[in-house]
């Protein structure tokens, strides 16, 4: 269906996973008239989170502008929320048995916030119930304007090791060179996924299941951060 | 507007060689004095350029008043910040002039972290004839000193010197974005994306700090600080807009810490055109008041709005500055051009208001008649004392002969800082890295 080197749409994966998940349809599967106005949104989160990363690796970047793109980042998430894309694809995350904290940056990222501070009505902008609804969260040390962290998930079964190379795109390895390649301290990126990977060799390709998670978990962090 | 755009004439302009041009002479900010008598302009450099305009001739009616270079000088340099390890670029953000009080004049520059106020003052004359001291400055041997004398004034080469009288620094954690000298003439604000601080022109080592929006978690960050004004005749008013398209008026008479604004200007989004983008194109880029104080005007991205201070739920007037390019939001977005941050300026008698567009384009509105004008600054059409043609964009598929069309702007020729004269008809227009002084049509 698609192309190697095609990067598979937000909602074809989502759609997958629903399938295998045994027909647990979300409520956005009705949405198909508007998937061009969903791709465009997907689009737009894709080309966000890319300019998000890129200004975390500043040591002081442009205040206003990484404000207004987390808004932005934020208002589509709500808005996925409300059309129950973004269920499905946290669904389809489960269904792929990682550990909820995969998510956790962009989760963390496109946080809903108060409406009340969102209203900008008072006077200070910054209510304390958001702060109490971060604390909530189990990972409140994550920042909005911290760096994606990656973590390593518990090995899922089943391989179907062809179909995911046929996924991955040589040209991401290109941008994430440049995306984890400007980050001083070491952090295990999608980078350093597809270089332990490649240490595997083919024997280890074969037999390993962690090596199917990595690239599990690649395929849809290449997702997040690239997108269609 | 009573100068009509076809008898503007150019004055003069100061154009540097496209090609040899770098990143340091691109023009960041230009303001005319009180009197309009000078014009400074900062650069990405760190330098600033002042220009003087000249004195009428009789022998030469048709130059009225040009402006010349008066004196350059180098205000901020490049430094280090060790404890970030960040480099502080020496770009000035701001320059504002203080009036007038004697023979020199002062004018306060800022970059991102630093505000400096720099003295310009002339020198004619030197002293000559010390006692101790020979012509060069030497001390004498006093066995070889048999007579006294009177050490006199003797006229020499006029001389402009620039010296740094102060220094404002280790109060801003973000990045200056604006400031404002008080109608009191003792004291300025400093504003960052975060805070307004308040300081007294003559103490360096003490700012008060008088906004914070700085929530204690930075993950709750939903709304920045643009800019910042004081208002023009009371001194215990100031305005500052935000990204999410507010403007806060504060009166410093009622607390010390201005959290608690008096006056809240907001418009009402439009739900028919409300977008992904709505936020980033409602954000404020320039806040100014009217010569009068009457008036508030803000500059977002595709409009400039006129505010009265007695009305605070929506705007008295709305100008499109280049509505054509709201089609285009998702590629001014992915370019990064819908983080422009246009500034804006009122005429003297506060009825005619300016600010920047793409392509080199910048326009005016009357805001009596309602009428509008596109103007250009460019090299091909400035030849010195041209007269500036009006143009036009055009929107739909028919492009009529004189028109663009919305897909040949440029968007990398942005003017993003003009001024006007304070009494005159003459505007600065800052376009890249040249300057464009503009005025009305010399008879």
Same mark, same amino acid.
């Given at each position: ?189 999608? $980078? ?37 | ?6 008898? &503007? ?60 270079? $008066? ?51 002339? &020198? ?41 009288? &102060? ?72 305005? $500052? ?53 009457? $008036? ?70 009357? &805001? ?76």
């Amino acid at each position: 269906m698609f192309p190697k080197g095609t990067k598979r749409k937000f909602s074809d994966a989502g759609e997958e996973a629903v399938g295998g998940g045994g027909g647990d349809q979300g409520p956005s599967a009705a949405s198909s008239s508007s998937s061009s106005a969903a791709a465009a949104r997907q689009s737009l989160l894709d080309m966000s989170l890319i300019k998000l990363q890129l200004c975390h690796m500043l040591v002081e970047p442009n205040l206003c502008r990484s404000v207004l793109i987390a808004n932005t980042v934020r208002q589509i998430q709500e808005e996925m929320t409300q059309d129950g894309t973004w269920q499905i694809m946290t669904q389809a995350l489960a269904a792929a048995q990682c550990p909820a904290d995969r998510l956790v940056a962009t989760e963390v990222l496109c946080r809903q916030t108060d409406p009340a501070a969102q209203a900008g009505q008072s006077p200070k902008p910054f209510s304390e119930a958001e702060q109490d609804h971060l604390r909530a969260d189990s990972r409140t040390g994550e920042q909005v304007f911290g760096t994606f962290e990656i973590k390593h998930p518990a090995p899922p079964p089943d391989p179907a090791l062809d179909e995911l190379f046929s996924d991955v795109d040589p040209s991401y390895y290109d941008l994430d060179t440049v995306l984890t390649g400007m980050q001083s301290a070491p952090k295990m990126g999608p $980078y350093d996924l597809l270089e332990s990977l490649s240490s595997h060799g083919p024997t280890a390709l074969s037999s390993s299941s962690s090596c199917r998670s990595d690239l599990n978990e690649l395929d849809h962090i290449m997702e997040i951060i690239v997108g269609s | 507007m009573e100068e009509e755009s076809d008898t &503007r004439k150019i004055n003069n302009s100061f154009l540097r060689d496209h090609n040899y041009a770098t990143e340091a002479d691109i023009i960041s900010t230009v303001e005319f004095n009180s009197t309009g008598e000078l014009l400074a302009t900062g650069d990405k450099g760190g330098r600033v350029v002042v220009f003087q305009r000249e004195q009428e001739s009789k022998t030469q009616p048709h130059r009225r008043g040009e402006y010349n270079v $008066y004196s350059t000088f180098q205000s901020h340099e490049p430094e280090f910040d060790y404890l970030k390890s960040l480099e502080i670029e020496e770009k000035i953000n701001k320059i504002k002039w203080l009036p007038q009080q004697n023979a020199a004049y002062f004018l306060l520059s800022t970059n991102d972290k630093t505000v400096k106020l720099w003295k310009i003052s002339e &020198r004619d004359k030197r002293p000559e004839g010390y006692n101790l001291k020979d012509e060069d400055g030497r001390f004498r041997d006093p066995s070889t000193i048999t007579s006294l004398r009177v050490p006199v004034l003797q006229p020499m080469d006029l001389m402009v010197e620039a010296t740094a009288r &102060r220094v404002f620094s280790n109060a801003h954690t973000y990045h200056i974005n604006s400031i404002s000298v008080n109608s009191d003439l003792q004291t300025f604000i400093s504003t960052d994306d975060l805070r307004v601080n308040l300081w007294n022109l003559e103490i360096t080592d003490r700012s008060f700090n008088i906004v914070d929006i700085k929530p204690a978690n930075m993950e709750e960050l939903t709304e920045v600080i643009t800019s910042a004004e004081f208002h023009p005749q009371q001194c215990h008013t100031f305005a $500052y807009s935000s990204s999410k398209g507010s403007i806060r008026l504060c009166d410093m008479r009622q607390a010390a810490l201005c959290d608690k604004h008096c006056k809240y200007f907001e418009e009402p989004e439009d739900p028919s055109t409300r977008s992904f983008f709505s936020e980033i194109i409602s954000s404020i880029s320039d806040v100014k008041f009217s010569h009068n104080g009457r $008036y508030l005007m803000t500059r977002d991205y595709l409009t400039v709005k006129v505010w009265d201070l007695q009305m605070e739920n929506k705007p008295l007037e709305t100008y499109q500055v280049h509505d054509y390019l709201r089609g285009k939001l998702c590629s001014l977005y992915e370019n990064d051009c819908i983080f422009d941050k246009f500034e804006c300026v009122w005429n003297g008698s506060d009825s005619v208001i300016m600010t920047g567009s793409y392509n080199n384009f910048f326009r005016m509105f009357d &805001r009596n008649t309602k009428r509008d004008v596109t103007l250009e600054a460019s090299r091909e059409n400035s030849k010195p004392r041209a007269i500036l043609k009006p143009r036009k964009v055009c929107v739909g598929g028919k492009r009529r002969k004189d028109e663009i069309s919305v897909d040949s702007l440029d968007f990398s020729k942005k003017i993003l800082h003009t001024t006007w004269h304070p009494q005159e008809n003459i505007i600065a227009v800052a376009a890249t890295n040249n300057l464009y002084i503009f005025q009305d049509k010399v008879n």
